[in-house]
């Protein structure tokens, strides 16, 4: 399984991303996840969130992770950007690509990776309140 | 040489265990061969604003995980954390 995990200090720029898939003629299901940082966190309305990550062990988290879905299902590639630092509500703050030969098997993984990656995968975010 | 009977630990601590810490990282002299769990013992009784975060928080060494029964070495670096939440 081929794989990419990326950090963007920036903005996340998707069509670079989308301009640079790569896809076999075996490969049927190409699923794009885009996470936005929504205007509200816990009832509160905020401006952004502050995305801090403990980098190299993120990387070794996300690798594992990555291990555990080339060991249990049979995906072609998986690209992951994960945005840190600050981000503005309504942009994008993780952006996963996950390619496969069938729909299910990349729905599948696509939500075992950020479920696991939410367990495990040492990042963190403060909301950054609107003020009056 | 007679070797050290205790070793320095180094302890980072992220998110808001920073602030309740008052501080990013710490030192700890533990007795040699001590455990993980004795390193946090240890942290808890320097930093009382993490006592009550202690079930929930994470513990690293180095890039991985452990248990509170890891056995430290010389040179390890702790992590510790409250849950993660990235996306």
């Known amino acids: 399984m ?114 696991e990656m939410k367990r495990v995968v040492p990042i963190w975010k403060k909301p950054v309140l609107r003020t009056p | 040489m007679t070797p050290c009977a205790t070793i320095p630990v180094a302890v980072t601590f992220w998110s808001y265990f920073k602030d309740l810490a008052g501080c990013g990282s710490t030192t700890v002299e533990v007795p040699r061969g001590a455990t993980l769990g004795q390193v946090i013992d240890e942290v808890m009784r320097r930093f009382p604003g993490l006592t009550g975060l202690r079930q929930s928080a994470l513990v690293a060494v180095g890039v991985d995980y452990q248990r509170p029964d890891y056995c430290l070495r010389e040179g390890d670096e702790v992590s510790l954390f409250p849950p993660v939440q990235g996306g």
């Open chain 1, 2 to 115: 081929k794989r990419w995990v990326h950090w963007s200090l920036g903005a996340i720029d998707e069509p670079a991303l989308n301009a640079a898939i790569e896809v076999s003629p075996e490969a049927g299901a190409v699923l794009v996840f885009v996470g936005r940082v929504r205007g509200q966190e816990a009832g509160r309305e905020i401006v952004a969130l502050e995305y801090e990550c403990f980098q190299p062990m993120a990387e070794r988290q996300f690798h594992l992770l990555l291990d555990q879905i080339a060991a249990q299902w049979p995906i072609e590639s998986i690209r992951l950007v994960h945005r840190i630092g600050r981000v503005p509500i309504n942009e994008v703050s993780l952006w996963v690509e996950v390619i496969a030969p069938h729909r299910g098997e990349a729905f599948t993984a696509c939500q075992w990776l950020i479920d």
